[in-house]
Each structure stands twice: as structure tokens, then as C-alpha cells.
């Protein structure tokens, strides 16, 4: 599951009595499904063991864990797994979210399942797109900073390289690009020797034949862009990373729609970089993002905060994120807050944990919950960056 804000979301909005969250890290590609196994079959126990702190009866208990059991006993499942596993278990579902980065382990029982380590995988592992072009290939990724996978494009109708795209009179003539006849669903993937297309080769890169050999390149691109539209949507609209040599991402960026395009580039050309290449290389464009859109809220936080838009007190955060006025919420890595918030009143009550906490809640993961389910960001920040205490909440009013 390639996990989105939109997932989470969904989760969430749904009804739930009792919902055990676990988080436990995996190894990938374990040649020993018991070495998975056996961390979750530890965090099971740990599950019973606070669900009977709770006062469920044993009938009830063995019914809401069942599914949990169950995987004990799916060596495939085990076998395949990535560096950590989500799992969200309540009366009526369950959820297994495989993780490409290591959760801290914890194990949960409450009323709403917990989402902050979620949440931390999701934002600083932000997805991006990655588009590698060249004139003889296109591929499509999606990558966070620790994973990299291709996404399969082979329904889409679009050209998989300049000669494919070569290949239809429409696209002979250098007016064909402002032709709308030229636009998505004109390409074939075929690739079948011989035929007009063959007469690029003509192409020496000087005084007309040059112009025209752009106009061609533009005109594939085009095709590719608009093509690629609609598996971008499916994929959430990502920021868009280019893997392309100059010329090629010159041309792109010029007649490119897709609002989400980035200004930087891995330069060189893609057709000799294997997927952990490409990966390697956008990793610092990805930390240096991830780093400008904290660097950017945080500025906010603090603009807003002279206006009375911001604050980092939390009981007006927690009343915020309910009532659905937080725009950003801003949460320390690692924060737990323990209490209550009462609906009523709008009073939030700090507590201390003591044996089972089915009467507190983590205020921390309530403000995320609350902030998410009101279409709002949460950006879960490490310790030494994060100055304006447990958690910052910029205000829509």
C-alpha cells in the first residue's frame, strides 16, 4: 500500500470501538519468515495483555485479535515484507500498512487507531514522482527518501520513445504540435522496424534540420506529459522530480501542464541509471524539500503567531484541531501527551497514564487525528528543530 494523506484520512473517518494499533520493524525480504513473525507475535502478547487491563472479556478478546492470529501462521505474508509494518486491527477491519522506514514499536489500545508514527513516515518521507526521459525511453517512479519503485505505464496510451512517436503522419509535419489532433491517444507503443519514422535519422543537429528535430522532440514529450496526467492524479498530483539530459529537460519544462513540475532536475541521461541510481540521486533533492517546507512553516508559524494565528499552547491547539481551524499542526517527533479533552466544555485535563488509559487520551495523536480529518497538514518534526514546544498549530482564523 502506498500510503497517501487520503488513506490515513479515510481511516480515520470511519466508526471504531476499540482499535489496536501496533508498529513493529521488519526486515525485507526475510530468507526466515520467523524473523518477522516473532517481533509481532511479541506485540500480540503485549495487545492481550492491555486489552485484559481494559476489562474486555475473553470472548471478546479472542474475537478482536482473530485476525491478528491469523498472520501468524502466513509465511508468504512474513516473507515479504519492507523495514516496518503498521497494523490497525478493530471489531469490524484490518489494516497492514508495510513501512518503508523503521517505526519506533509501540503497541496501542484505544478508541481511534494511532497515527502520529504514520504520520512521520508520511511527511518526511514525502512522495515524489520521478519522470525519466530521454529520446529512447520513458519511465515512471514514485520515491520517498528510503524507497524508489516503478510504476507501471504500459496501459497508457503514449509514445515510449521519439521514434514510436515518429511513427504517424500527424506527427511528420512541424505544425503538428498546436494540432489538436496530436494530443493523448494518437501514440502506439509499437515499435515495428521500417516505414516514414525511419527518415529521423536524417537528423545532423544543424541549421533547419536542427529546428525540426526539436519540434519533433516537443511533440513527444507533449504526448508524454499529457499521458502521464492522469496516472499523476491517481497517485495523489506528487511533486514531480525530471531525470533528463538538458536538452530533453529544456524542452519538457517548456511544454509541460503539470502544475507540480520541480525546478530541479537529476541531470545526465536516464537510459544508463538503474532504479537505485535514480534513487541515490534524488535523495538530496528530497532532503533539501523536505528541509524548505519546514523551513517555510515554521517561518509561518512564527508570522502568524504576531497576529494571533498561531499558537503552541496546547490546550487552545487541541480546541483548534477539533473545531477545525488548524491549517498546519506542527508535532515533536517522540511527543506523547497524556489527558483529556472534554467535547463539552473545551477543557483539556492533563493526566498521567497509570495502568490502562482507556479514559485518556495521547493529546498529541488527537490533535493529528483532529487536524488530518479536517483536511489540515501535520508535520512531525525532529526534536532539535522543532523550538515552539510539544506542538504549534498555524490557524486558519
Not at 75 to 84: A, N, T
Not at 207 to 215: A, D, L, M, N
Not at 218 to 233: G, I
Amino acid at each position: 500500500m502506498h500510503l497517501t494523506r487520503e488513506d490515513v484520512r479515510a481511516f480515520l473517518i470511519k466508526d471504531h470501538s476499540t482499535v489496536v494499533s501496533i508498529y513493529i520493524s521488519t526486515e525485507p525480504k526475510a530468507y526466515q519468515s520467523e524473523r518477522n513473525s516473532l517481533r509481532f507475535r511479541s506485540a500480540l502478547d503485549d495487545t492481550t495483555k492491555q486489552l485484559e487491563k481494559l476489562g474486555l472479556r475473553r470472548p471478546d478478546i479472542c474475537s478482536l485479535v482473530s485476525p491478528l492470529r491469523d498472520l501468524l501462521d502466513d509465511e508468504q505474508f512474513w516473507l515479504h515484507q519492507e523495514h516496518g509494518l503498521a497494523l490497525f486491527c478493530s471489531d469490524s477491519t484490518l489494516e497492514t500498512i508495510r513501512l518503508p522506514f523503521a517505526p519506533a514499536e509501540s503497541v496501542r489500545v484505544a478508541d481511534a487507531p494511532y497515527i502520529v508514527p504514520l504520520l512521520e513516515g508520511l511527511e518526511t518521507g514525502e512522495r515524489h514522482a520521478l519522470l525519466a526521459v530521454s529520446r529512447n525511453a520513458v519511465r515512471l517512479f514514485t520515491c520517498t527518501r528510503d524507497a524508489i519503485e516503478e510504476i507501471d505505464t504500459g496501459d497508457l496510451r503514449m509514445p515510449r520513445s521519439l521514434s514510436d512517436s515518429m511513427r504517424y503522419d500527424d506527427l511528420q509535419k512541424p505544425e503538428s504540435l498546436n494540432d489538436p489532433t496530436t494530443g493523448t491517444g494518437r501514440a502506439s507503443s509499437g515499435t515495428a522496424p521500417g516505414g516514414r519514422g525511419d527518415r529521423r535519422h536524417g537528423f545532423h543537429g544543424h541549421g533547419e534540420s536542427e529546428v525540426q528535430e526539436k519540434t519533433y522532440v516537443a511533440a513527444y514529450l507533449h504526448q508524454v506529459d499529457a499521458a502521464l496526467h492522469t496516472r499523476l492524479q491517481h497517485l495523489g498530483s506528487p511533486p514531480l522530480i525530471l531525470a533528463a539530459v538538458d536538452y530533453v529537460s529544456a524542452i519538457y519544462r517548456g511544454v509541460s501542464k503539470y502544475r507540480a513540475l520541480t525546478t530541479e532536475t537529476i541531470e545526465g541521461n536516464p537510459d544508463v541509471m538503474r532504479a537505485e541510481e535514480l534513487h541515490q540521486r534524488a535523495r538530496p533533492i528530497l532532503e533539501a524539500r523536505w528541509r524548505a517546507k519546514v523551513a517555510e512553516a515554521r517561518s509561518r508559524f512564527h508570522e502568524r503567531a504576531a497576529h494571533g494565528l498561531a499558537t503552541s499552547k496546547l490546550p487552545e491547539v487541541i480546541d483548534a484541531a477539533d473545531a477545525g481551524r488548524v491549517d498546519t499542526l506542527l508535532v515533536k517527533k517522540g511527543a506523547s501527551v497524556w489527558g483529556r479533552f472534554d467535547l463539552s466544555s473545551r477543557e483539556v485535563t492533563l493526566a498521567e497514564p497509570t495502568g490502562a488509559k482507556s479514559e485518556l487520551n495521547d493529546l498529541m495523536d488527537l490533535a493529528a487525528r483532529r487536524t488530518l480529518t479536517n483536511h489540515g497538514t501535520v508535520l512531525i518534526l525532529d526534536a532539535d528543530t522543532m523550538t515552539e514546544g510539544d506542538a504549534g498549530a498555524i490557524l486558519r482564523y
